[in-house]
T-cell receptor, first 114, second 111 residues
Framework: DVKVTQSSRYLVKRTGEKVFLECVQD?????MFWYRQDPGLGLRLIYF???????EKGDIPEGYSVSREKKERFSLILESASTNQTSMYLC?????????????FGSGTRLTVV | AQSVSQHNHHVILSEAASLELGCNYS??????LFWYVQYPGQHLQLLLK??????LVKGIKGFEAEFIKSKFSFNLRKPSVQWSDTAEYFC?????????FGKGNQVVVIP
């Protein structure tokens, strides 16, 4: 089975801190994605990446950046965390062009910014 | 890109009742539609998907969905729910190299 592993299940950070959320997949998938999940809003795409060093903005990229230096790892960065970034963050991956068959998701990181 | 919308965010049912969750999509070329489920404390799992062919799609755990092109709908159904079906359900559409999700339906099944 494909595994998508998110390094932290729960994180608590202070306002203004720089925050790194890490995601690793073990099936050589080309595509990786970061979503945030909020009650009543569903999943919203923050950023995605087709390949190493490639990135594309999703629907809500403001306040976030990403890094993909290796194919298996996709990091989400909050440059200066704010309380409105308190959320559940989900990482996903898929084969190139395989997104039409669905994604594999990690278990999520619940981030609280205080 | 494919966008989807879901209605009736919260649904409360008794065991053995039938469940139907609505999903409407906007046409964006090729139709690729999905239903995902998220059980409490767990990761998102794929329930079923539709690309083409038979509009009635069977998924895991006794779920099915029907693609109705004339209504732009892809509704999820289960004839008889169990307490273990308590979860959040998301419809999603694929287009422009990404999955776009609906806002989800929180389903609570009362024993």
């Amino acid at each position: 089975d494909v595994k998508v592993t998110q390094s932290s299940r729960y994180l608590v950070k202070r306002t203004g801190e720089k925050v790194f959320l890490e995601c690793v997949q073990d099936m050589d998938h080309e595509n990786m994605f970061w979503y945030r999940q909020d009650p009543g809003l569903g999943l919203r795409l923050i950023y995605f990446s087709y390949d190493v060093k490639m990135k594309e903005k999703g629907d809500i990229p403001e306040g976030y950046s990403v890094s993909r230096e290796k194919k298996e790892r996709f990091s989400l960065i909050l440059e200066s965390a704010s309380t409105n970034q308190t959320s559940m963050y989900l990482c996903a991956s898929s084969w190139a062009g395989g997104g039409r068959y669905g994604y594999t998701f990690g278990s999520g990181t619940r981030l609280t910014v205080v | 890109a494919q966008s989807v919308s879901q209605h009736n965010h919260h649904v409360i049912l008794s065991e053995a009742a039938s469940l139907e969750l609505g999903c409407n999509y906007s046409y964006g070329g090729t139709v690729n539609l999905f239903w995902y489920v998220q059980y409490p404390g767990q990761h998102l799992q794929l329930l079923l998907k539709y690309f083409s062919g038979d509009p009635l799609v069977k998924g895991i755990k006794g779920f099915e969905a029907e693609f109705i092109k004339s209504k732009f709908s892809f509704n999820l159904r289960k004839p008889s729910v169990q307490w273990s079906d308590t979860a959040e359900y998301f419809c999603a559409g694929y287009g422009n190299n990404r999955l776009a999700f609906g806002k989800g339906n929180q389903v609570v099944v009362i024993p």
